[in-house]
């Protein structure tokens, strides 16, 4: 009977603990900016050639929504282009990116590189004079 108790009281706890985890993730700027960080630093631009050093959070925009945040982030790549381009003929410059990234309680709405790369479809946004590079 105690074990079952105490069982009952550690399930307890663990649910507690994780309902106040994923509320700070997902309901705070914090939270949601660590997510915006985490998802630039896994996509596909950044991963491919990213300057670490240079990535920056620049500027965090607080939406109408109560939830709602958008953060741009800057940083530079060794060279031009978007996604990944192994395969593709590669301009070697350094490059100046800065990525929008909005967010509604923890997911990501819309990723932005430059005006002109969707971050999440990994593809051009057909805007003229951008799409520098290829995705392959």
């Not at 997902?26 to 991963?47: C, D, H, P, S």
């Not at 109560?66 to 490059?95: L, P």
Request: hydrophobic content about 40%; glycine content about 8%.
């Amino acid at each position: 009977m105690k074990r079952t108790k105490l069982l009952l009281i550690t399930i307890a706890f663990v649910i507690i603990a994780l309902n106040i985890a994923y509320f700070t993730l997902n309901y705070t700027k914090e939270g949601n900016a660590l997510i915006a960080t985490n998802f630039v630093k896994n996509e596909a631009t950044y991963k491919f050639d990213g300057i670490p050093e240079t990535f920056k959070l620049s500027e965090t925009i607080a939406s109408q929504c109560q939830y709602c945040w958008e953060f741009i982030f800057e940083y530079q790549s060794r060279n031009s282009g978007y996604g990944n381009r192994k395969n593709a003929s590669e301009d070697a410059v350094i490059t100046n990116h800065s990525a929008k990234i909005a967010l509604e309680k923890g997911n990501i709405t819309s990723a932005v590189l430059d005006n002109t790369w969707d971050m999440k479809a990994q593809k051009s946004l057909g805007v003229p004079g951008g799409g520098r590079g290829r995705r392959r």
